[in-house]
């Protein structure tokens, strides 16, 4: 139902869906891996290259902890 508050670009009476409503998909996964694709696709639309950046190299997390070294 939210959705359904949403005027999209200014343009009364087009109303906005959800990708649950379309597929009938309710996998966390499924949406998972169409995020993956659908930037993948857009990256390959706009004639550019796709690149997994971590929030820390972003500045948006802090560094992540080394891990835990176990002595035999």
Not at 42 to 62: C, N, S
């Amino acid at each position: 139902q939210p959705f359904e508050w949403v005027v999209p670009c200014g343009l009364p009476g087009v109303r906005m869906t959800s990708l649950i409503r379309e597929t009938g998909r309710r996998d966390v996964r499924t949406m998972a891996c169409f995020r993956k694709s659908m930037a993948h696709r857009l990256a390959e639309a706009l004639g550019a290259r796709q690149r997994i950046v971590t929030p820390y190299r972003l500045g948006l997390a802090p560094a992540p902890l080394a891990p835990a070294r176990v002595a035999v």
